[in-house]
């Protein structure tokens, strides 16, 4: 399907790479290393020669294709759930595999050899000629929660696929090799895990026991059954073969919109981050009598509802109360159980997300919830069932010679640039457990980000994608 | 499926009848005034020549079978969409139409003669020996919200058809026709309609006009397609032909649980509703921004979510502001959108159910709720794109000859009893437009209703039964 689709879209260098792909996919066929890519993509790749030549000093000139960029995430748009200009993209599902599929073939015709581990991650690999070095990192994911835009993650996956290509049209030879990263499951929408594949990658025994032995979707479904439904995890009965080493990576870097107002209030360009806030997730459960709406009298109730919705204006104010605008805190599920007007809800059931950079205070938000969530159970003679922390885990902070190598590029490249901090969490985060990290923003419209509204302007994605390239070329050199 | 479970569960008389059934069954074929309902249940039925001969004195000992009752009850509870104990029979679904099917097989194994009318109200009838005078009515509804019990409607129809066999079996004789009625939809649950059937009934032209042009399910079924598909609607395109005429009934009765907790506090058989409450039901739906829940700042923020949590514990604080125990409000549905723990919600839904025995009060409540909802909405920059009040009706009272028949029946059968209001409300609010109306309340554990723990003792049932039965006898004689 991507694969027709893609060509009219693609411009001159792309139609010679999939000629060239056309033609040596017979012998790309016979090459066992990418044999299973080829098998689950359904599309012929191959390792390239550069027809370039190229050289190993830093590119002059940077040529960013933005329309052919654009038209791909236009493109990826489409593998969706929802209707445009809706986006949802669920982990494993019929529309996320097509994606990585077109992903995976945008991989191939830019010459990138194809590996996935057992949960998905994909890595599409430009070999440096000392590719025997730590290789140089970058990606992002390609999953949306329901009814969101086309751009989160998305700008940092198709966004270094194309710096890729700048480089390589630019004649530039790696040192160190490349590498572009699509992450699964960065959403936590399935299987109430955000970042699945970097926190594996980043070697989590804990998640790798959990993903094979008690995950299940809202559906009921194992995670072991979506991800086999997906292609993956066919045979694999291990998931620590995902763990990656700390030593595999020199530097990673991730592309992404803001997702907040700063860059496009400032006018400016590039934001540079220094440290991603600390997030935290957890789960409450309340549990009451139920009822009938007209029969049941005000003082004999215990309505598990109210005390939901009483804990969820507990959460906005012990936010508040932090005195900090980096604290945030959201009830983004409140669901009622039976959900009948006549009916008394007798079970709720929360989701709450809380982050800061300042993991102390963050942790003390999280025990004034928990603490209002015990005096309103008590108040509302309703049970308290479940207080689970899913997650919490720490800030990550920027590698200071990554900040530094992007800080000059921006220079260079005469963009507007700024410091900040990257309040949402990204895989950056736990791929900065297992290597230097550092994350690139570019200006989003109105700061809108997880809705249809959701949009990045081609020339910033490129401006982004510009110094992407450049810092990758001197991380690959160093 | 209905028929061959019936048979090791029913007393003697039963298979006696079902017996005679089934001998009848090939002139029952030819009867034209029965066929349509025959193609429909799939069940043989018969105008049925009493063998008993009969007399029209009032019965001197009436022996309810509180076992095939109580077995006919568990039996109707399988039906259900969700796992037992809970019952979830939602209107025209497949469990729906088996359970109307078991229904009208009863009908005919107590030798009534059934007709169904466009939406599925189903007419259970005895012929009076003045055959041309009003009939005595009496009946409730089968159809049970999600997770409910098995007791709820379920005691006002299999009850009802039991007091016509207890009044059979006495050799009673019937002035009056004496009718049992099942009526369509009683609960809002699909369609954010209650007492569907009865409404109709009643003469609503405006619901019938919505019926046939507007009404959709929450998957954008049409009313029409949905009663089509359970076999209703067939070719009528008028839905008046429904609507009844006030002269129809001498009299209307319905025996139910109490859902309540004052019959069983105080030790008492039976109550007597005097009145039933006043019931309204409003939509509520906001509109905010949404946005990612990491990266919005919370100044930056006007969370649909949160102003539906104000909005409920607002309902609940004007319902205690009336100062009046008779005053009820609930909100039993609230739903996010889109529903992901990192997204802050950009619409919230409500569904607001208030009550009172004063119409006057209980619509000050909704005047201060809509209030709320305004003040609520500018508070948080939210839209209040609906406040839709669905339905807002006056209370209804008990006829007094018949709460004097019912409280004269319960001192003749030395059961303990008193006169009550009726806080849930029921079909008997809507027949009392069209029939002097009475209602007959039954302990119930707890005052449980719409849970699976709902329950009421066989022998409370039977009490029941007896009462309805002497009362309907009593009536059909005026």
Known sequence: MAYPRLAPSSSLPFLLLSLICSLVSAQAYEDATIKTMEDFSGYPLHERNDPFGGSSSLPTSLSVDGDSLQRQIDELSTFSDTPAPSVTRILYSDKDVLARRYIKNLMGLSGLSVREDAVGNIFGRWDGYEPGLPAVATGSHIDAIPYSGKYDGVVGVLGAIEALNVLKRSGFRPKRSLEVILF????????????????????????AEALKKTTVDGQNISFVDAARYAGYMKGEDDLSNVFLNSGNYSAFLELHIEQGPILEAEGLSIGIVTAIAAPASIKVDFEGNGGHAGAALMPNRNDAGLAAAELALAVEKHVLDSGSIDTVGTVGILELHPGAINSIP??????????DIDEKRRNEVIEKIHQSAVAIAKKRSVSLTEFRIVNQDPPALSDKSIVKAMEDTSKELNLPHKLMISRAYHDSLFMARISPMGMLFIPCFKGYSHKPEEYAASQDIANGVKVLALTLAKLSLD
């Open 346 to 355: 007798s079970k709720s059931h929360l989701e709450i997300d809380t982050r």
């Open 184 to 207: 699964t499951s960065e959403e936590p929408t399935r299987f109430g895990i955000s970042c699945l594949g970097s926190r594996l990658l980043a070697g989590s025994k804990v998640l």
